[in-house]
């Protein structure tokens, strides 16, 4: 079971890679070459935004693989964790990946419950996400049992980020959902430092919608 959920939430990564990014993620060149040195400068382009098309789906993989640990975590004894025992497991994973913003704990009835770290996303504590436009992606998850990734959206505080929502069940019972929150400008920064300083690199998705720019130094 396990395996299945890791392979489903790796599944959904790759899914959630795609509508990030579209293609790729996308470098735009600043500057002028003369024309001999033009075919280089491509190159070298391509092979700079795929290591970091790369880079960021394996950093993304790592990430979802944690909200996995925390719905393995929440489902270990008869009865979920209070919310000191989720604090600390909590605590623990963001110290291993801490460009996970936050991690969310929303009951049976859709309604968000706990957030840690608490002062993060208050407003947000008692939001019923039976209302909200990502309900029908929440009722998927639940359905298909299955961790599923957002794609990106404006949430509540008006940051854009993506969700890792993974249905908490036991034997026929739903108990809730375990969720990460990435921030995209936070994402970009963490996993593209090792591109070239001399490319802007942009976010968007295959419809050029953007999500994110990191501008080069």
Known sequence: MWQRHTADGRHWLAMSVTILAGAAVTLVLDGYYRSELLLQAERQLARSAKAASQQLTRNMERRIAAIEDLRAFMLADTGLPGF??????????????????????????????????????KDA??????????????????????????SPHPIIGGQTAFLARAPLFRDEHFLGLAQGIFIIPEILAADLNEVSKQYDIQLTDSNGKLFGVRRKS
């Open 125 to 150: 504590l008692g939001l019923d996400l039976k209302r909200r436009p990502s309900a029908p992606v929440i009722q998927r998850a639940i359905r298909e049992r299955r961790l599923i990734v957002d």
């Open 84 to 121: 000191e025992a989720f604090d600390h497991f909590a605590a623990n994973l963001r110290e291993h990946y801490p460009s996970i913003d936050s991690l969310v704990y929303v009951d049976e009835d859709l309604v968000i419950r706990h957030i840690h770290p608490p002062e993060k996303h």
